[in-house]
């Protein structure tokens, strides 16, 4: 899902709703950094990280770079899948372009999110998922320098994935 649009200048995106930030940011709950504390769900953040570089690579696209800021905002949104705030989706996307915007000015920030209850070869499996899909397809080719992925997992089971991309300014 793209958050922006070509035809109005990013800095105006990222102004306008920075004049709400603070009601946002008081009903958002913790803005400090989330930390990945499960050592597996790490692995999962990192090996998805590899794998999307790689893809990108072997398509003769240049490879991001990872940021813990963007990952600390994804990991909020992926706990808030697995704790049931909210499904699957990307209810909030505004409030992670501006958390994302405090940090790094971006011009193009979009994301991917998945989840799934299969451990065994969740990376290949998730990737694969998102390149059959045309729109998570278009996220992971696109022109972007940085990212950031953050995985959770649910009482039931289920591993949530989101990946925020981002082209700086």
């Known amino acids: 899902m793209k958050w922006h649009d070509r035809g109005i200048p ?19 709950g913790d803005n400090g ?6 050592p597996a769900l790490a692995r999962f953040e990192r090996g998805m990280f590899d794998a999307v570089n790689r893809y990108r690579d072997s398509a003769g ?11 600390s905002i994804a990991r909020k ?11 699957l989706g990307h209810t909030g996307a505004n409030r992670r372009t501006i958390k994302v915007g405090e940090t790094i000015p971006w011009k193009s920030i979009s994301e991917n999110v998945a989840y799934s209850t299969e451990r065994t070869d969740i990376i ?20 972007y320098d940085l990212t950031g992925i953050g995985v959770a997992e649910s009482n039931d089971g289920k591993i949530y994935f989101t990946q925020i991309f981002v082209l700086r300014e």
Do not use: Y
């Not at 990013?10 to 958002?28: R, V």
């Open 10 to 28: 990013s800095s105006l995106l990222q102004a306008l709703p920075i004049l709400c930030l603070s009601t946002l940011l008081s009903c958002s």
């Open 77 to 87: 949104h992926s706990k808030d899948m697995a704790e049931g705030k909210f499904g």
């Open 33 to 38: 950094i989330v930390r990945q504390e499960d």
């Open 61 to 71: 696209l240049g490879t991001m770079a990872w940021n813990e800021t963007v990952a």
């Open 124 to 143: 290949n499996f998730l990737l694969g998922r998102w390149l059959a899909s045309s729109g998570h397809r278009v996220n992971i080719e696109g022109d």
